[in-house]
């Protein structure tokens, strides 16, 4: 690899089918680059992907789209790729830790828009978000990070006034409670094993 390299977030999206991280990290090392974050998901029938690369600093965003759609017509895929720049306009503070966030109750129009945008106005980051409904009931995992430690205390409190309003159980959890299942993909597992988060 070059050692004038930069890094670079790629997101990609087809209809599920097995090979595609295969084929899309195959890509990558073909230009001369090596994945070094991958998350990924299946909804619906469709896969989609995000993923942080390094390659050779004089790679276009446009060459490495195209290179991944044009290598693997059979697996349509549609990708976005843009070169990666460290601002961050949401700076937490160093000790401010995750919680996680979980709600369940009864679904209706706009109720993660709500929630979410609840949390944006009081400048509280989401990290990671899962949804899943099962008839009229819904249920949202949120890993969230709050600007500092007060802004967490105040949130439990305005989080049990939000609930009653809503009309929805909101649990408020420490990263530290969860340390040993501390992934959303392990409370995912916990929830389709109905096991309680409360």
Known sequence: MSNNCEDFIIAVMAKDRPGIIAAIAQTVFELGGNVTELSQTVMGGYFTLILRATLP???????????????????GLAACVRRYTPERLFEPELDTAAYFLTMQGGDRPGLIARI???????????????????????????????????SAEQLREDLDKLGEELGIQIHLLHQDILRATSEV???????????CLS
Do not use: H, S
């Open 185 to 195: 993909g392990a409370i995912r597992r916990m929830v389709r094993q109905g096991e």
């Open 57 to 75: 600093a004089e790679r276009e965003e446009n060459v490495i789209k195209q290179r991944l759609e044009g290598d693997w017509p059979q697996l």
């Open 116 to 150: 979410t945008r609840y949390l944006a106005g009081r400048q509280i980051n989401i990290e990671d978000l899962y949804t899943r409904t099962e008839g009229d009931a819904i249920t949202l995992i949120l890993q969230i990070r709050p600007q500092n430690r007060r």
